[in-house]
């Protein structure tokens, strides 16, 4: 099993920069890739960007592309999302997810951290 926490979320104006840390404990070894997800107000849960745990290959949806960079620290298992120029559309909370090697699927979820951007 994977732990995953996050950190960092809080309340900005628009144009103000944020990062969110997401701390993994437990099984690390067998993860592939750790991604960042959002979900709004009434929508879905949607891809925000993942990075391979040890390539570091980076995947971003088109919406933030330039504006929010995921990065890793392996020594401290710890993924990042750093979050510049934001805008009231990125209000959402934000869940880190883990992935095992061999598999598609996001199968470990942190709790989640609230992203609020005031116009």
């Known amino acids: 099993q994977v732990q995953l926490v996050e950190s960092g979320g809080g309340l900005v104006q628009a144009g103000a920069s944020l990062r969110l840390s997401c701390a993994a404990s437990?099984?690390?070894?067998?993860?592939?890739?750790m991604g960042w997800f959002r979900q709004a107000p009434g929508k879905e849960r949607e891809f925000v960007t993942s990075?391979?745990?040890?390539?570091?290959?980076?995947s971003y949806a088109d919406s933030v592309k330039g504006r929010l960079t995921i990065s890793r620290d392996k020594a401290k298992n710890t993924v990042y999302l750093q979050m510049n120029s934001l805008r009231p559309e990125d209000t959402a909370v934000y869940y880190c997810?883990?992935?095992?090697?061999?598999?598609?699927?996001?199968?470990?979820w942190g709790q989640g951290t609230q992203v609020t951007v005031s116009s």
């Open positions: 437990g099984r690390t070894s067998s993860m592939s890739a």
């Open positions: 997810a883990a992935r095992d090697t061999g598999s598609p699927i996001y199968k470990y």
């Open positions: 990075i391979t745990w040890n390539g570091g290959r980076t």
